[in-house]
């Protein structure tokens, strides 16, 4: 039986992924991310899933010049819409597996990946691979989602309003994006892959949305987790659409809604 994917956004759907979820999920910790790099000695970075290329355009601006900055993802919707928006920036794109990297042993002093290893079949082989690329004293950084429960907007919209709608069904799929919130689970990856003095942080994070409107058509209308929904019972989508602004504002405001994120940050040096 084919696994389902809830998360999985091509064509429009990378578009609005870039458009309604980059700005409130996806900036605060790309610009997090470009402030932890430790620019001395680096001559070339790797990152992986640089999907729309949010994060990318913050670590292009904390860079030298002279380093080089190769973003990768395994969708061409998704790497063609940073593609657009870095146009002018000296920035190499490629299409690469994160399980099997067309890079030679030894090429990067520092990869990156942000919400992006959840997503791989087999995460070892990731974090493998990951090593491999790097270079003798080059540094592995990542972020992965906390867990649902931890996270109050996360918590109200796929536990809470979503998940009862398929109950008695398998609802893993819709718990991917957040499966990688153990540190344990996290130290174990890197330890496996062979990476050195392994840490994991927690790192919580203030985003500000305009309106519950808006945070429903990220999270919701415009998104994967609604046509869930909607294939579900189409019937239920709208009633369920109006149900989840409804909890927001009232858990929230209606303007200007300002939730706390959480996400942990995994380095490790090879």
Known sequence: MEKKEAFKFTGRD???????????????????????????????????????????????????????????????DMLSIAKRALIDEEVSFRIEDAQNLSFEDNSFDLVICQFGMMFLPDRNKGFREIYRVLKSG??????????????????????????????????????????????????????????????????????????AENVVNALFRKHMLGKEVAAKDPELFEPLASKIEKELITQFADSALEFELSALLTIGAK
């Open 14 to 76: 990378a578009e609005y992924y870039d458009d309604l979820l980059g700005p409130i999920l996806f900036e605060p910790y790309g610009r997090y991310l470009a402030s932890r790099i430790e620019t001395g000695n680096l001559g070339s970075v790797l990152e992986i899933a640089a999907g729309t290329g949010r994060v990318t355009r913050h670590i292009r601006k904390v860079l030298p010049p002279t380093v080089k900055l190769t973003a990768t993802d395994i969708s061409d």
């Open 138 to 211: 080059g540094k592995l950084m990542c972020f992965t989602w906390d867990d649902t429960m931890n996270m109050p907007l996360f918590k109200t919209i796929i536990n809470e309003q979503i998940i009862p709608i398929f109950s008695g069904e398998d609802t893993n799929r819709f718990f991917v994006p957040f499966s990688m919130h153990d540190p344990a689970v996290l130290m174990n990856h890197l330890v496996n892959a062979g990476f050195r003095s392994p840490r994991v942080e927690y790192v919580k994070l203030n985003t500000i949305a305009p309106n």
